[in-house]
């Protein structure tokens, strides 16, 4: 079943696709759905087809509202990553009920960009972002993933001083990288195991979307330059490949136990326990927020983890920078509110803890899926880092980045 924006459904039914009116199916009976149901098309395929992905291309041709253009996704996962991140910065190491109260009070009363934090006005996004649009630049200078060009790019930000927000590791790799190390050696070794690598791969899940082996091979490598624990590159994988699953997706058709299939798979044979706890969203995602941030803020820790992971301590029911949990709650904030980017922006933050990262990674992908038109423009038009690249630069980077993943 799809939930349109308008809140009507679309239901397959006796091999035809049906479309009811928003509250129309209260009473499940089969007169009301023959009463007042629209048959929007036949499904020209036998029963065992209609889980392939031809179904889901023939739904999408018959589907009342027409998918955005994969410019105007990519467009949404730029701007749903900085946005998320620029409305979790307000709070970040915050406890969850600091950020609970932060998004009722604040994000759900329209007050959202009322807020800045400290010395910055709201707009600015982070490392996070800066990091994920660096490694989109490279990408068009480059015309192809380069780690190399990127290590420069990342050791250069940092010693410009230009990174707000900056992670222990990737500080002490680009000092490793400024001193002339390889990048195939300069990344933090484990047990360290924060989520620096995984906040900034979402582009990888563009630039890769209709390749495996290569997506996989990309993410890895650009979380090498900075992380080498096995959970951390895992974060990569996992990020990039639910980036590239949202492009392949039709909106509003996220069948999510497939979806959390396939980035098990990837994400196996690097790090076997991490696809174990993203299995695990197949469940989970059926739970509420509060009740579900207490599983996943201890998911996949192990002895000494909540001391490297980042600044603060990994509180119970906070997600703190480790990135499994970190990555989990995105992926879960996703999952749990995926045809609305400040639903699901607004869960991402409300875990607590390192919100601007978790908020990022699911604008990132909530904005892949949806497209630019599902996020707010008044509050992205304001987005900035430190009076430079702001909304219409973000959009015109978007544009070219596109421009090579299309002719590549
Ligand atoms: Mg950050």
Not at 185 to 203: D, E, I, L, Q, T
Not at 315 to 331: D, K, R, Y
């Amino acid at each position: 079943m799809i939930v349109l924006p308008d809140g009507s459904l679309i239901f397959p039914w006796q091999l035809g696709v049906w479309k009811f009116a928003a509250g129309q199916i209260d009473h499940w009976t089969s007169r009301v759905w023959k009463a007042g149901a629209e048959q929007l098309g036949r499904v020209p395929f036998i029963e065992n087809s209609m889980v392939t992905e031809w179904y889901d291309l023939w739904l999408s041709a018959v589907l009342p509202v027409r998918p955005p253009p994969a410019r105007e996704r990519l467009a949404g996962s730029l701007i749903g990553q900085c946005l998320g991140d620029a409305l979790g910065f307000v709070v970040e190491g915050h406890s969850r009920e600091v950020c609970q109260e932060y998004v009722e009070e604040v994000l759900l009363t329209e007050k959202a960009g009322t807020i800045g934090r400290s010395s910055h006005k709201f707009g600015q996004y982070t490392d996070d972002s800066q990091l994920a649009r660096e490694l989109m630049e490279s990408y068009i200078a480059c015309r192809g993933f380069d780690p190399g060009d990127y290590s420069r790019r990342i050791a250069a930000l940092f010693s410009e001083h230009r990174v707000v927000g900056r992670g222990r590791a990737s500080t002490e790799a680009a000092a490793r990288l400024a001193r002339g190390v390889h990048w195939t050696r300069s990344g933090v070794p484990a047990p360290y195991a924060g989520n620096g690598a995984a906040m900034r791969a979402a582009p990888i899940g563009w630039m890769f979307s209709r390749s495996d082996i290569d997506l996989v091979r990309a993410a890895r490598d650009q979380a090498r330059i900075t992380h080498t624990d096995p959970r951390a590159v895992a974060g990569s994988v996992a990020i990039a490949g639910a980036v590239a699953l949202a492009v392949r997706a039709v909106p509003w058709t996220l069948k999510a136990d497939r979806f959390i299939e396939r980035l098990a798979r990837w994400v196996r044979p690097i790090e076997p326990s991490f696809a174990a706890e993203i299995e695990r969203l197949d469940s989970l995602r059926h739970r509420e927020p509060d009740d579900a941030v207490w599983s996943v803020s201890r998911a996949g820790q192990r002895p000494g983890d909540a001391e490297t992971a980042g600044r603060w301590p990994a509180a119970e029911g906070t997600i703190s920078p480790f990135v499994v949990s970190s990555v989990l709650w995105s992926l879960y904030s996703f999952l749990r509110s995926p045809n609305d980017y400040m639903g699901a922006i607004c869960i991402a933050i409300s875990g607590g803890g390192d919100a601007d990262t978790t908020a990022a990674m699911t604008g990132a992908i909530s904005g892949a899926y949806l497209g630019l038109s599902a996020i707010p423009r008044p509050l992205a038009e304001r987005l900035e880092d430190c009076g430079t690249w702001n909304y219409d630069d973000l959009l015109a980077l978007a544009d070219s980045f596109y421009g090579v993943v299309a002719s590549t």
